[in-house]
C-alpha cells in the first residue's frame, strides 16, 4: 500500500486569485479574456531548471510562497508627499501612478497630457467598446509562459494609453509603479498597453519602487505597438525592495520606419526577471534593447531578450551590461532571430559583465538564429574584473585604489547611460550605482 | 538600370555555379563486396554478450558492458538539438559485422585484393604513407582492425599504439584504469548505448616522457550495410609525453541512413599534451536530402596534471547529421584546452556542434574558433559551453564563432553558453554572420580570377585559422574536401 503524498502545486494558488478577479469582472469580453487565460493558467506548468528559457534561475523558493492577490486586500493609502518623494522629481514629467498594480487617478498627474493622448483604464476602454483596446489588447503572444497567464489572469487595474497619429509629446510621461506594505505577502499584476500611432514621438520613463512591508511579488506586463515612423523611448527604472520579486515583460511590435529604444535598468529585487520581445515586423525598423544591472548581496538578475527580425531591412541593436558584487547571480540570454525573408538585417548584440567579488557569479546565453543570408549579425559577450593595466593606471597617478575602482565602474556604465534622452534621468541613475555599490560616487 | 541587370544576369551566373556544385556527387560512394559476418538485426543482453564473447573480453569488461545496456535501457533519446531526423529504430540495427577473412597480416601482400582496391579507391595511402610518411597507420575496416603497421618504431619508444580488443588482451590493467574514466557509461544515451556494443576502437598510451616520433592516425569505414558503428578511441599520454592523433573517414553511398555513435577519450598527465586532428567526410545522403550517416559522438578529454594540454581539431564536412562535442576538462593548473573546428553543411545536411571547456584548474586557458559555413538548404548551429568554476582563479577564455551563409534558404545559429563562477577569470566571446559579398568576388574577379576560384579563396581565407592547426597531410585533404563540398556556391 503506498500513499500518495499531495504534492502542494503553487498554480492553483493562482488559479484562485483569478476565479475571484473574474468574478468580480463586470464587462464581458474582458472577463472572457481574463477566463481564457485562467484557464490556460490551469493546464500550465511554472518553468523549472529544465525548462530552457529559464535553466539559470530558480523559482523553487518563489513559489513556495501563497502570495494573495494584492487588488483583493485592502487598499494601500500613500499621501501625495510620499509621491513626491518616490517620483523622480529630478526632470518634468506627466505622472501616471501604480499602487499595487492598480492605476490611482487621483495621485497622477496628467491633465495636460489627456488633451493629447487618450488614457483611460483598460476596464474602462472595454466598457467604452473601444475598436483599439478590442483590436490589440493580449494580442502580442510570442512565448506565452504560466507567468503570461498569471498576469493577464490576475490583473485588475491596468492602462490603455494611445498615442494618436502625428502627436509628439514633449515632457517624458512618468509611469510610478509602487508595490508594497499590502499587509501579508501579496502579488500584484499590473498590465498597460500602449499604442504608439504614426509619426508620434514619445518618451516613458518607469520607474518601480516598494514600500516597506512583506515580501511581495510583482509581475507587470507591457505590450507596446510603434506604428509606421512612430519613436517611442522607455526607460525603465527598477528599485523594488531588496527582498521582493519581480518579474516584467515587454512585448513590443514595431511597424515600418518606427522607432523603439528600450533601457532597462535594474537594482531592487531579490530575484529579479526581465523578458523583453520585440518583433520588427516591417522594413527598416531600428530597435534598440539596452540595459544595465546592479546587484549585490544575494540578489538573483535574469535577463532574457529576444529580438525577431521578420522582415528585411531593418537594425536591431542590444547592449547589456552588468555589475555583481556581494555573491549575486546575474542571467544574460539575447536572442535573435533572422527569418528567412529579412535579408538587408542588421543586429548586433553584446554583453559585458564585471564580477567584483569571488562569490559573485553570471551566466550568459546569446543566441544567434538567421535563416537569410545577407546580413550583418554579430554578437559578443565577455566576463571579467576591473581591467589590472586600466587601474594600474589610475593608481600609478596618485588616486587611492577605492576611487580608482569608482572611476573605472562609472566609465563601464557610461556607454549604457550615454544615450540616455533626458540628463537628470542620467545623473539619477548614475548616482543610484554607487548608493546601490555602497561606493563613493566620483563626480 | 544597367546596374540592376548586371547584377541579374551576375546572380544568374552564380546559381549555375552553385548548382553544378551542389549537384557534384559524392565522389566516393561505393559499396565493397565483401561477405560479412553479420548478427542478426537487433539488440538485447544477449547481442551484448555476444559481442563481448566474439572478442574474447575478460569478465570484467563484458558485466562493465552489460552494465552500460541495462542503464541505457532506463535512458530516453536526447531531443534537444537543432537537428531534425526521423525515430532511430534501435532494434532495426545490425550490431555487429566483421569482414570474414580476418587476417592476422605482416605485409600488405597478404591483405585481400578487394580491400586494397577499397582503400585505393578512397586515396588513403598505406603503402605511400609505409614508403615515404611518417605515419603509423591503423585502418579499421568496420569493425575490425585489418593492418596494423610501424608498431615496431613504437614499440622501441614503449609506445603502445594497437587496437582496443588487442589492448585489452595484452594490457588490460591500463586498459581498466582509464576506460570509461573521461566518458562513463552512464554518460548520455549514446555514450551508453556505445559502452554496451562498441565494436572496436584505438588504444594508445605514450609513456612518461615520450614524444611519439609520428602522427598516429585511424582511418575508419563504414561498409557493410546497415551496420552502425560503435568505435571507441582511448588516448593516455603520460607525465610529459606528446601525441598527435589523426581520425579521418570516408563512407561509401548508402540510401539507408547509418548511425556512427563513437566515444573518444583522452587523458593528458601532468605536462602531457594530446593533439587529436579529425577529418570527417562521412556520406551526407544525396542532394534531397535522402540517406548519410548519424554521426552522434561523445569526445572529451580531460588534461588531468598541471601544465597538460588537449588541443582539438576538426574539419567536418560529410554525414547527414553531425552531433558532436568535442569536450575538455581542465582540471590541472595551467592546463590548456584549445578546440578548432570547421563544420560545412550543404543540401539538406544538419549539424550541431561546438565544444565544452571545463576550467577547474588555476590559470587555465581555453581557445574556441569554430567556424560554420552552411549552403543549400542546410542548417548549421554551434553550440558551446565555457564554464569557469569557482576554484579556477585566473582562468582565461577565448571564444570565437563565425558563420558564412552562402544561400537564402540555409540557417546558421551560434548557441553559446558561458557560465562564470569565478571573477577572478576572463571570458570573451564573439560571434559573427556574414556572406561572401560581392565586393569580395568583384575585387577578384578584376584581378582575373573566376568567380570559382573566388569563392574558393574566400572561403578557404575563412578557414584558414582553422586548417592552419592541422598537419601537412591533412591540411591538403581538408582544403580538397572544402572546395569539393562548397566551390563555387556564391549566395
Excluded at chain 1, 575602482?405 to 550605482?433: G, P, R, T
Excluded at chain 2, 563544420?343 to 577547474?360: E, R, S
Aim: include cysteine.
Amino acid at each position: 500500500m503506498s500513499v500518495e503524498v499531495q504534492k502542494r502545486n503553487p498554480i492553483e494558488n493562482f488559479v484562485a486569485s483569478a476565479e475571484s478577479v473574474c468574478e468580480l469582472n463586470q464587462n464581458i469580453k474582458l472577463k472572457e479574456i481574463q477566463l481564457l487565460a485562467k484557464n490556460n493558467l490551469l493546464n500550465s506548468q511554472f518553468p523549472t531548471l529544465k525548462t530552457e528559457e529559464w535553466k539559470y534561475t530558480n523559482l523553487k523558493k518563489l513559489l513556495s510562497y501563497d502570495f494573495a492577490n494584492s487588488s483583493s486586500m485592502e487598499k494601500v493609502v500613500v499621501s501625495n508627499n510620499e509621491i513626491d518623494k518616490l517620483k523622480s522629481s529630478s526632470f518634468d514629467s506627466h505622472l501616471l501612478v501604480f499602487v499595487n498594480g492598480i492605476f490611482e487617478k487621483e495621485l497622477s498627474d496628467y491633465s495636460e497630457l489627456s488633451n493629447q493622448i487618450f488614457i483611460s483604464t483598460i476596464s474602462e476602454a472595454f466598457e467604452s467598446d473601444n475598436e483599439l483596446v478590442k483590436k490589440y489588447f493580449s494580442k502580442i503572444s510570442m512565448e506565452n509562459t504560466s507567468f503570461d497567464f498569471l498576469n493577464l489572469s490576475n490583473f485588475v487595474g491596468g492602462l490603455f494609453i494611445h498615442i494618436p497619429k502625428n502627436v509628439v509629446i514633449e515632457k517624458p510621461i512618468q509611469i510610478l509603479n509602487i508595490t508594497g506594505n499590502a499587509g501579508d505577502i501579496s502579488f500584484s499584476s499590473s498590465r498597460n498597453l500602449i499604442i504608439a500611432d504614426e509619426n508620434s514621438e514619445s518618451t516613458f520613463v518607469q520607474k518601480h519602487v516598494g514600500l516597506k512591508g512583506e515580501i511581495y511579488f510583482n509581475n507587470i506586463s507591457t505590450e507596446i505597438y510603434v506604428e509606421k515612423n512612430g519613436i517611442l523611448n522607455f526607460y525603465n527604472l527598477q528599485l523594488d525592495n531588496d527582498d521582493s520579486y519581480h518579474f516584467e515583460k515587454t512585448d513590443v511590435i514595431q511597424n515600418r520606419d518606427s522607432q523603439f529604444h528600450h533601457y532597462n535598468f535594474t537594482f531592487g529585487g531579490k530575484l529579479v526577471r526581465n523578458d523583453i520581445n520585440a518583433k520588427l515586423d516591417a522594413e527598416n525598423i531600428e530597435c534598440t534593447l539596452n540595459g544595465l544591472y546592479i546587484a549585490n548581496d544575494n540578489q538573483h538578475i535574469d535577463n532574457s531578450t529576444f529580438i525577431d527580425h521578420a522582415k528585411p531591412h531593418s537594425t536591431s541593436n542590444q547592449l547589456y551590461k552588468g555589475i555583481l558584487d556581494d555573491s549575486s547571480h546575474g542571467v544574460f540570454a539575447g536572442k535573435i532571430l533572422v527569418a528567412r525573408d529579412a535579408q538587408l538585417t542588421n543586429a548586433y548584440q553584446n554583453s559585458n559583465t564585471i564580477l567584483l567579488s569571488k562569490e559573485a557569479k553570471v551566466d550568459t546565453k546569446p543566441q544567434l538564429e538567421i535563416y537569410a543570408d545577407d546580413v550583418k549579425c554579430t554578437h559578443g559577450a565577455t566576463v571579467g574584473q576591473l581591467d589590472e593595466s586600466a587601474l594600474f593606471y589610475i593608481l600609478s597617478r596618485g588616486i587611492p585604489r577605492e576611487k580608482a575602482k569608482s572611476m573605472l565602474i562609472a566609465a563601464f556604465a557610461e556607454s549604457v547611460l550615454s544615450d540616455l534622452k533626458i540628463d537628470a534621468l542620467k545623473n539619477e541613475i548614475s548616482h543610484l550605482i554607487f548608493e546601490h555599490l555602497n561606493r563613493d560616487e566620483i563626480l | 538600370m544597367e546596374v540592376a541587370s548586371g547584377k541579374s544576369e551576375k546572380s544568374l551566373s552564380d546559381e549555375k555555379l552553385i548548382n553544378e556544385f551542389t549537384d557534384s556527387e559524392y565522389k566516393w560512394g561505393f559499396v565493397t563486396d565483401i561477405e560479412s559476418d553479420d548478427f542478426a538485426k537487433g539488440l538485447s543482453e544477449d547481442v551484448v554478450r555476444k559481442i563481448s564473447a566474439i572478442k574474447k573480453e575478460p569478465e570484467w569488461m563484458t558485466e562493465y558492458r552489460v552494465k552500460a545496456y541495462k542503464h541505457w535501457l532506463t535512458l530516453k533519446e536526447p531531443k534537444w538539438p537543432n537537428v531534425k531526423y526521423p525515430e532511430i529504430d534501435f532494434q532495426d540495427i545490425r550490431y555487429y559485422s566483421a569482414p570474414k577473412k580476418q587476417p592476422q597480416l605482416e605485409s600488405l601482400d597478404e591483405v585481400d585484393p578487394e580491400l586494397l582496391r577499397t582503400f585505393e579507391k578512397l586515396g588513403i595511402p598505406i603503402e605511400e604513407q609505409k614508403k615515404f610518411a611518417n605515419v603509423a597507420v591503423d585502418a579499421v575496416f568496420d569493425s575490425v582492425s585489418v593492418k596494423t603497421t610501424f608498431q615496431a618504431t613504437l614499440k622501441e619508444k614503449g609506445i603502445i599504439f594497437s587496437p582496443l580488443s588487442e589492448a585489452l588482451k595484452e594490457h588490460p590493467e591500463l586498459v581498466k584504469e582509464y576506460f570509461g574514466s573521461v566518458v562513463p557509461y552512464t554518460d548520455n544515451f549514446y555514450a551508453s548505448l556505445n559502452a554496451a556494443v562498441f565494436s572496436e576502437g584505438s588504444f594508445v598510451y605514450i609513456p612518461k616522457g615520450v614524444r611519439c616520433p609520428m602522427e598516429l592516425s585511424t582511418y575508419f569505414r563504414i561498409n557493410a550495410m546497415d551496420t552502425g558503428q560503435f568505435e571507441r578511441t582511448l588516448v593516455i599520454a603520460d607525465e610529459g609525453a606528446y601525441v598527435s592523433y589523426l581520425e579521418g573517414c570516408t563512407a561509401p553511398m548508402r540510401d539507408n541512413n547509418q548511425l556512427h555513435a563513437a566515444v573518444v577519450e583522452l587523458v593528458a598527465k601532468k605536462d602531457a599534451e594530446i593533439k587529436y586532428s579529425t577529418v570527417q567526410n562521412w556520406y551526407p545522403g544525396d542532394k534531397d536530402g535522402k540517406g548519410g550517416i548519424y554521426n552522434f559522438v561523445t569526445k572529451r578529454g580531460v588534461c588531468d596534471g598541471d601544465n597538460s594540454k588537449i588541443s582539438w581539431t576538426q574539419v567536418e564536412t560529410g554525414s547527414a547529421i553531425t552531433w558532436k562535442y568535442p569536450s575538455t576538462i581542465l582540471k590541472g593548473d595551467n592546463s590548456v584546452g584549445e578546440f578548432y573546428s570547421v563544420a560545412v553543411t550543404n543540401n539538406f545536411q544538419q549539424a550541431d556542434t561546438g565544444t565544452k571547456m571545463i576550467h577547474l584548474g588555476k590559470n587555465t586557458k581555453s581557445t574556441i574558433v569554430s567556424k560554420g559555413i552552411s549552403a543549400g538548404r542546410s542548417n548549421n548551429s554551434y553550440r558551446g559551453l565555457v564554464k569557469i568554476g569557482k576554484n579556477a582563479d585566473g582562468a582565461r577564455n577565448y571564444s570565437q564563432c563565425d558563420s558564412m551563409l552562402m544561400s537564402d534558404k540555409c540557417g546558421a545559429h551560434t548557441f553559446p553558453y558561458l557560465e562564470i563562477d569565478n571573477n577572478n577569470s576572463t571570458v570573451e566571446h564573439e560571434a559573427t554572420t556574414s556572406k561572401v559579398s560581392e565586393d569580395q568576388i568583384f575585387y577578384l574577379n578584376q584581378r582575373g580570377i573566376s568567380t570559382e576560384d573566388a569563392v574558393n579563396l574566400i572561403v578557404n581565407g575563412f578557414c584558414k585559422e582553422v586548417f592552419k592547426q592541422l598537419p601537412m597531410e591533412f591540411a591538403v585533404e581538408a582544403t580538397k574536401l572544402l572546395a569539393l563540398s562548397l566551390e563555387g556556391s556564391v549566395g
